[in-house]
């Protein structure tokens, strides 16, 4: 099955610092997401780019589908930012069967 | 809008005994997967339901079975409970059809096998 890398595994910043994390996959893939998942274990949505750029406020994220990776940039980072951040993705062979990274760590510190 | 609704959000279980965990769907979705997290590592897809079928299974074991009911809504059933079935379980919905759209997660049901 696709294999899928996430980096760094653990991150720790200064509030108000800038941070890049990255995703690897294996395959081509037609969906991927970003998620946040907070203390409490629930998976925030954050961005769904299968190719091309998105921005939110203070995050943004690219994929470039071809080179088979994803970047997910978090500016001026706030304490509320700490958590695990993940990538998944989907094949068109296996619609419906989203494969997760192990996740980024990241704590930021005031 | 009403998100993926999950329950119980806590349960302990003792080996060998059986547990049901139950989700509803996000408002207009009709597919439904499920997803095992154990700690310290990324959700494991279990199965994905549609049209009150199973349409895709991850590596699990037949102990791991599921459900779908008319109103979108699913179960997870677990037989046979092994120590290492204790993780957090989570239930996600998204529009059916050809399954590549935005997947939206609930906050899961984290059970313990004692």
């Known amino acids: 099955g696709i294999q899928v890398e996430q980096s760094p595994p653990d991150l720790i910043l200064q509030e108000g610092a800038n941070s890049t994390l990255r995703c690897n996959f294996s395959d081509s893939v037609n969906n991927l997401q970003w998620f946040h998942q907070n203390p409490w274990g629930q998976l925030i949505n954050l961005f769904y780019i299968p190719s091309g750029t998105k921005q939110n406020g203070r995050l943004s994220a690219t994929t470039v589908a071809t080179e088979r990776y994803s970047l997910l940039y978090i500016s001026s980072s706030q304490t509320t930012d700490s958590g695990v951040y993940f990538c998944?993705?989907?094949?068109?062979?296996?619609?419906?069967?989203?494969?997760f990274g192990d996740g980024t760590t990241l704590t930021v510190k005031p | 809008d009403a998100g993926v609704t999950q329950s119980p959000t806590h349960l302990i279980k003792t080996r060998g005994q059986q547990v049901t965990l139950r989700c509803s769907p996000k408002?207009?979705?009709?597919?439904v997967s499920w997803y095992q997290q154990a700690l310290g590592q990324g959700p494991q897809f279990i199965f994905q339901y549609y049209e009150e079928e199973e349409r895709q299974r991850g590596n699990f074991p037949d102990r791991f079975s599921g459900h779908q009911f008319p109103n979108y809504s699913s179960e997870l059933n677990v037989n046979a409970l092994l120590l290492g079935d204790s993780a957090l379980y989570l239930c996600?919905?998204?529009?059916?059809?050809?399954?590549?759209?935005?997947?939206?997660f609930g906050e899961g049901s984290r059970l313990t096998v004692l």
């Open positions: 996600a919905s998204r529009s059916g059809g050809d399954w590549t759209g935005e997947l939206f």
């Open positions: 408002s207009g979705h009709d597919t």
């Open positions: 998944a993705v989907e094949r068109y062979t296996n619609a419906g069967k989203s494969t």
